[in-house]
Nanobody, 115 residues
Framework: QVQLVESGGGLVQAGGSLSLSCAAS????????MGWYRQAPGKQRELVAT???????NYAVFVKGRSTISFDNAKNAVYLQMNSLKPEDTAVYYC?????????WGQGTQVTVSS
């Protein structure tokens, strides 16, 4: 069973930066889309950014211009660099990888931005 393992979350002051990483424990066949979602307390999970195998990116309006999503195909890993963080970015961040047969979610990593 493939697992996604996230790292890089933590506590940061407003205006700071964090880099999130997500690596798959095994091979995922036919990766089509990779992405990051987030869920704040009392809110629904929402898309942050996605990237296709071909490198096409999509960002939510609230992170556009402040974040960069990338991936390493050889490592089955996806990354999210977040800059100019705001208190409203506080949430649990989940990575997501969609393969041809299955989709996978990470366990989540907490990002807390203090004002």
């Amino acid at each position: 069973q493939v697992q996604l393992v996230e790292s890089g979350g933590g506590l940061v002051q407003a205006g700071g930066s964090l880099s999130l990483s997500c690596a798959a424990s095994g091979s995922i066949f036919g990766i089509g889309v990779m992405g990051w979602y987030r869920q704040a307390p009392g809110k629904q999970r929402e898309l942050v950014a996605t990237i296709t195998r071909g490198g096409i990116t999509n960002y939510a309006v609230f992170v556009k211009g402040r974040s960069t999503i990338s991936f390493d195909n050889a490592k089955n890993a996806v990354y999210l660099q977040m800059n100019s963080l705001k208190p409203e970015d506080t949430a649990v961040y989940y990575c997501y990888i969609r393969g041809s047969a299955n989709s996978y979610w990470g366990q989540g990593t907490q990002v807390t931005v203090s004002s």
